[in-house]
């Protein structure tokens, strides 16, 4: 359930763009159980932005207040964030974008043109470091560890203004962090669940089908992504990318005919709500704590756009 994704929220043989906090914004009208609705839902990407945003606004005061510079920057706008998953049936975006290569770019340069990168170069060899303590706590910095389902630790230090955002936003950092994990992990058991499932393999055959009528005859969704990637590398790059285009807005119409993201959703809500019985307190509080978090973030960074 987890973070603003430049363009790829798409995990490698992994579901949907449902997945991981990356939700459409849109109503898809799928079916929902009356605990389902109950529980706190998960965040849209737009809402995960506004996180985003407000997080590194509370960072860049709390810097300010230690004598450094620290600039907000998403150089993406909302538009280029939208998800592109493992299921794409947003047909006016797969025809402009593509599977996002070209935003993919957009966002790899932009890594390197970080103002905040070229701030701390700038920076002497103590003030330098001073900024690191600043920013993220530096050797003072706690540690917090949360253990998932399945087996398995993690860890991450918390510390410097990055931290006491973070707290900002989220309360707790314990709870916050062990939640969130503990979500995260469940969440992708829950997709793997999904691969096998038979109604969502059935969905994927009338995809297959549906692209085979229009001349594509990919398997799966991850297939026509990886023909794409070889069919390109070997033609002009204005070639390549109409290709991309035509590709991607056919995958997104099969997707569309044949409701393949609503059948994705539906099951993965389903093999998550068989592990609600042991897990569901953890999973309602990750979301509980993003909801109030959104409602910080708002009143700190307001829409994205």
Known sequence: MRR???VACAVTAVVTAFAT???HDTDTGTATTAAQRAEPRELT???ELRLSDAQQRLTARCMAE?????????PLTVEEHHPVGYVQDDIAWAREHGYGSRIQEKADKARLDNPNVAYRKSLPEQRRRDYDAALGGGAEAREVSAEVPAGGTYRKRVGGCVGKAEEQLYGDPDAWFAADKTAA???AHAMEAVLDDSRFTAAVKRWSQCMRRAGHPYADPGEAREAVR???RRLPETKAFETEREIAGTDAACARDTSLREVAEE???HHLDLLRGEYGDALDTARRIQRDALARAEKIAGRPS
């Open 267 to 269: 099951r993965e809500a």
């Open 66 to 74: 230690q004598g450094f510079t620290h600039h907000v920057y998403r």
């Open 230 to 232: 070889q069919q390109t």
């Open 4 to 6: 603003v994704y430049s």
């Open 21 to 23: 906090g990356c939700t």
């Open 45 to 47: 990407y737009t809402e």
């Open 185 to 187: 992990a469940l969440q």
